[in-house]
């Protein structure tokens, strides 16, 4: 729009300037101004700017180069990596006109300016509600950036020189060795702003290249933990408080850093927070503070061990124990007696869904009858970004590929659609909202784990005889359908295992994934390819068109040699079908497949054999023989192979994905 306004062309990739233009602008004036000197054209100088309507930019640029200058637009976030570039190239010039950060020679007025950037660094995270604030090392400088309801998004560029006296000052605020970069340390800092108070917690990490890389935590002291006031729905609300009801057990929230499994857990706690009860924490680091509790914190430098503060907490008579994470044997063993002697236990674990914290718990040594009569509850979950209010609206035909693929699985179209706006930063999204798998343990699954069953299967359909259903991927889907968030945002927190969860819970079939246009959803934009193998001349040219309808990349391969040669040049190849010639007798067939397996086994992929029709009992021979992957007949339709592809990739199998259903 501004190149249209202006009547300038846009540039978007921008070749290394020349240093004879270079030299003729400080560093400090072309980052202040965002402008380029690029090359000279006769007597014309080519100058890319971002902002063509900056008269004192223009003033600027005909004071250095004279009238003879032409413009072109380029994106502000491009041309600020193209100035950092430019003078990393010329290093020596970027000390002319910019700080002198030598603390012997650092003048006053510009040892002042350190502490100014820091402060307005913290400022501009503070109001666009950044959970964390990054300054890394970047080429020409060090890059900051900020988590905004989940997504890192740059601030801008900073000088090398300027980023590490920025690390300094940071360091010496959390109380750290500011003299130290070679040793991780962590810090705190207590900031108020706008009359609020936040909890800064600093954390500084070595890196390649005697770098340091710096993060920030901000914890706002104002937050109020309440079910209430959550992003649950009242169904998941109830479920938390029945949890938190129990009068012994243990409770877990599971999921990845960042999914919300702390709030969650403060949430729980606070409604539990009265003055009946005696509440005790083991936290590292204790990330909230709560009046009425007990919180202390694990510091393993000094031996203070999340067992060790546990065994004390149990002589200080508490009702409820809140563990920041059970992480070990020990701490496991400790939660879980915990439990049996009549206390409510409160904690979490690192795993992707909620029934996987069972094996991982039997993995760590509980035994099973403790495990049964002890464990209350799980929750998996994660966090969704929130459809801005301001911008949002009603999806208009024609559907993009996810939402009709979504409308076509759940019969129910996606109720609203990302656009942008300047109040959510031109991201579509502001905020963000949890969606959960909860699960209390009742008879049916508690007889389970009293056997120590691990078998996932068996362990979800006990819960489907209790009603206890709910994945994480239908609970992103009533909030598509709802208009709180989209079908890409599930998508990209999901993956691909959303669409097979959504066709399992709504009975439909499984949309063709590979054509889906998974460019905002995955990040990935290009098709899914497999390798066709074996007889050749049964994959006929309709087969093959068929293929490529289905949004499949072809290869072709007639031996497994040629096979193997194929993946290897060829490392996008998700999937191998092979064909088996329909006059090879039993003992050919083994043979055939043991030279295909010792070629492609080291790829570990999935694959599809196809076989003759009225040799059925090949499938049997193979599969004693050592085989692992699936088979499917040659009469079999191309949907139904299409199908098997899609469940291939959407669950994420390798090349033993046959050995379920043998």
């Known amino acids: 729009m501004l190149a249209e306004l ?6 978007e990739n921008i070749d290394v300037p020349l240093d004879t233009l270079i030299n003729k602008v400080p560093y400090k004036l072309a980052i202040t101004f965002t402008f380029l000197p690029l090359r000279k054209e006769e007597k014309t100088t080519i100058i890319a700017i971002s902002n063509p309507f900056d008269d004192h930019l223009h003033e600027m640029i005909q004071f250095i180069f004279g009238i003879n200058y032409r413009c072109e637009i380029t994106p502000p976030k491009i041309l600020e990596l193209a100035i950092a570039s430019a003078y990393d190239k010329n290093s020596s010039l970027i000390d002319k006109g910019s700080l002198d950060l030598d603390e012997s020679q650092m003048a006053r007025s510009e040892e002042k300016q350190i502490p100014q ?7 501009n995270a503070i109001q ?10 970047f080429v020409g400088g060090s890059a900051v950036r900020i988590r905004v309801d989940g997504i890192l998004d740059r601030l801008s560029i900073i000088q090398t020189n300027v980023a590490h006296a920025v690390l300094r000052y940071f360091k010496s605020l959390g109380g750290m060795d500011p003299t130290s970069s070679i040793l991780p340390q962590d ?23 005697r770098q340091e890389k710096l993060v920030i935590r901000f ?12 992003s649950f729905s009242l169904d998941e609300i109830h479920t938390l408080r029945r949890m938190g009801a129990n009068p012994s057990g243990v409770v877990l929230i ?50 203070l061990t999340f067992a060790k503060v546990l065994r004390s907490i149990l002589r200080q008579d508490p009702d409820i124990i809140l563990i920041g994470e059970i992480r070990d044997q020990e701490t496991a063993r400790i939660a879980m007696q915990s439990a049996l002697t009549g206390h409510l236990v409160f904690s979490t674990l690192h795993t992707n869904d909620a029934l996987s914290a069972i094996p991982r718990l039997l993995d760590l040594e509980i ?5 049964a009569d002890s464990l209350a509850g799980i929750v998996s979950q994660r966090m969704l970004r929130r459809l801005c209010e301001n911008c949002c609206v009603k999806p208009e035909a024609p559907l993009s590929q996810v939402e009709e693929a979504f409308s076509s699985t759940t019969k129910v179209k996606p109720a609203k659609r990302a656009v942008g706006c300047d109040a959510c930063n031109y991201t579509g999204y502001k905020g963000r909202l949890a969606i959960t798998e909860m699960i209390e343990v009742e008879s049916e699954l508690r007889e389970l784990l009293r056997f120590g069953e691990k078998d996932i299967r068996k362990l979800k359909q006990a819960c489907e005889k209790q009603n206890q259903n709910q994945t994480l991927s239908l609970s992103a889907s009533r909030l598509i359908i709802s208009g709180e968030t989209t079908v890409e945002e599930a998508l990209r927190v999901i993956g691909r295992h959303f669409w097979m969860d959504l066709a399992l819970q709504y009975k439909s079939d499984i949309p063709n994934i590979n054509q889906l246009n998974h460019d905002n959803a995955l990040n990935k934009s290009s098709n899914a390819s497999i390798l066709l193998t074996g007889s050749l001349e049964y994959f006929t040219e ?37 064909d088996i010639d329909d006059h090879l007798n039993e003992k050919e067939v083994i043979e055939l497949i043991e030279n295909y397996l010792a070629a492609l086994a080291w790829s570990r992929i999935p694959a599809l054999i196809r076989l003759p029709e009225g040799k059925e009992n090949f499938k049997e021979i193979l599969i004693r023989e050592g085989a692992t992957s699936r088979f499917i007949s040659k009469t079999s339709p191309v949907n139904d192979i299409i199908s098997e592809i899609n469940e291939a990739l959407t669950k994420n199998m390798d090349y033993s994905w046959g050995v379920d259903n043998a």
Not at 219 to 230: A, F, K, P, Q
């Open 6 to 11: 202006s009547n300038l062309e846009v540039v």
């Open 117 to 123: 950037l820091a402060r307005q660094l913290l400022k």
């Open 128 to 137: 666009k509600n950044a959970s964390d604030l990054h300054i890394q090392p």
């Open 187 to 209: 810090g705190r800092i207590t900031l108020h702003e706008s009359g609020h108070e936040y909890d800064l917690r600093i954390s500084v990490l070595p890196i390649q290249g």
């Open 219 to 230: 914890l706002n002291r104002d937050t109020v933990y309440n079910l209430s006031t959550s």
């Open 254 to 303: 599971c999921g990845p850093t960042g999914s919300g499994k702390t709030t969650t857990l403060y949430s729980m706690l606070s409604e539990l927070n009265v003055e009946g009860v005696s509440i005790a924490t083991a936290e590292n680091p204790v990330e909230y503070n709560m009046p009425g509790l007990a919180q202390s914190e694990v510091n393993e430098k000094a031996g």
């Open 367 to 371: 035994q099973p009858t403790i495990l």
């Open 542 to 578: 309709d087969f093959q068109n068929a293929m490529g309808h289905g949004w499949l990349n072809v290869f072709l391969a007639g031996s497994p040699k040629e096979a193997k040669s194929t993946l290897k040049e060829n490392e996008d190849i998700d999937f191998v079908i092979l």
